[in-house]
């Protein structure tokens, strides 16, 4: 397998970065897929963003204290209401602090164990952070392939799983300041290119949450720039729905 991306691939992913600036609140680039189906397995992963203060002791599917406080469980709670026999399956495995390498590290046993039809990432805001608080030397190149390596790796494993790539975000506030300009942006730009080669559906939540600003400051939505208040998961789960057609 090689970790280079294709011409192709590289400016369809541009043009989805170009097309999501403009795209109306919740709109998302997504290749035609069906619902979900009766009994679908739905797994989130991420950082901190999707963990929101999970019990990691639980590993049962739509428990409460196991899909944590955030968009994962807001997600749930709606669809399980709204399709009360549908036999869904939600299952949170983000972990606060995980970079792609992380991931790669724990993805056999949280992610391809559980078998899921549908497969949610959020994943690059630390893997910028963490160079200018913990000495993580990884270069958008380096997320760039190992992210896509990943992708690889889950579409042999699980050929039908349905994948959604959430873009990394950040609100300008808090800790984040001109220190993260413009290579955040790049791995901005880098996530859409994995998904695009991924075949995966792409959530644009930079855009998304530039247009809620204009409503309401970007600590309204995230306090710290980063980690979204209960408003800020909100956002993110209906943009979420709408990918995942729940």
């Known amino acids: 397998m090689t970790n280079d991306i294709s011409r192709r691939d590289f400016l369809a992913a541009t043009a989805t970065m170009a097309a999501a600036s403009q795209l109306p609140i919740g709109a998302v680039t997504d290749p035609p897929?069906?619902?979900?189906?009766?009994?679908?397995?739905v797994v989130f992963q991420g950082d901190s963003i999707t963990d929101a203060g999970r019990k990691r002791e639980s590993a049962d599917a739509n428990a409460a204290g196991a899909l944590g406080n955030g968009y994962p469980l807001l997600v749930a709670a709606a669809v399980l209401a709204e399709r009360a026999t549908s036999g869904l399956q939600f299952y949170n495995r983000g972990i606060s602090g995980n970079k792609v390498p992380d991931l790669q590290?724990?993805?056999?046993?949280?992610?391809?164990?559980?078998k899921p039809d549908v497969l949610s990432i959020l994943i690059g805001v630390n893997d910028f952070w963490?160079?200018?608080t913990h000495g993580y030397t990884g270069t958008v190149q380096d997320y760039e392939q190992q992210y896509t390596a990943l992708l690889d790796d889950t579409r042999r494993a699980l050929p039908q799983v349905r994948l959604i790539v959430l873009e990394p975000f950040v609100l300008r506030t808090g800790a984040v300041d001109a220190r993260w300009?413009?290579?955040f942006d790049q791995r901005r730009a880098a996530a859409a290119r994995v998904a695009s080669h991924a075949r995966a559906g792409f959530v644009p939540l930079q855009s998304i949450f530039d247009q809620k600003t204009r409503l309401a400051p970007p600590p309204y939505w995230a306090?710290?720039?980063?980690?979204?208040?209960?408003?800020?998961?909100?956002?993110?789960?209906e943009a979420w729905r709408r990918a995942a057609r729940l």
Do not use: C, M, N, Y
């Open 105 to 114: 590290q724990r993805w056999a046993s949280d992610t391809l164990d559980l």
């Open 130 to 132: 963490h160079t200018l």
């Open 33 to 41: 897929q069906a619902a979900a189906a009766k009994g679908s397995v």
């Open 181 to 183: 300009f413009p290579e």
């Open 223 to 237: 306090a710290d720039g980063v980690h979204p208040t209960p408003a800020g998961h909100a956002v993110i789960a």
